[in-house]
């Protein structure tokens, strides 16, 4: 069965930094691409990261330049680097694999608040 954890959220302030975590479970993880997303309330999820199983990335125009996105296949983990925070960033942060492919996977998610 297919389960994302994320982790690494948390309330910082304008300017900060924070390190999210997606550990997975259940699949042949090196295989996949993977991304984050994010949903502030009342709005659609968006994909801000996305990474390939031989590591190209590609962000979002909001993030470019702020987050950087990683893995490491050895401990089945992808990685979120954000810096650079603003207000605007203020999300529930998830992690998947593109594309739709396990809509079942989704996991609860971690908060970011970005203070002003």
């Known amino acids: 069965q297919v389960q994302l954890v994320e982790s690494g959220g948390g309330l910082v302030q304008t300017g900060g930094s924070l390190r999210l975590s997606c550990a997975a479970s259940?699949?042949?993880?090196?295989?996949?691409?993977m991304a984050w997303y994010r949903q502030a309330p009342g709005k659609q999820r968006e994909a801000v990261a996305t990474?390939?199983?031989?590591?190209?990335?590609t962000y979002a125009d909001s993030v470019k330049g702020r987050f950087t996105i990683s893995r490491n296949n050895a401990k089945k983990t992808v990685y979120l680097q954000m810096n650079s925070l603003k207000p605007e960033d203020t999300a529930t942060y998830y992690c998947?694999?593109?594309?739709?492919?396990?809509?079942?996977?989704w996991g609860q998610g971690t908060q970011v608040t970005v203070s002003s």
């Open positions: 990474i390939t199983s031989v590591g190209s990335t």
């Open positions: 259940g699949i042949a993880f090196s295989v996949y691409d």
């Open positions: 998947n694999v593109p594309r739709g492919i396990w809509p079942q996977a």
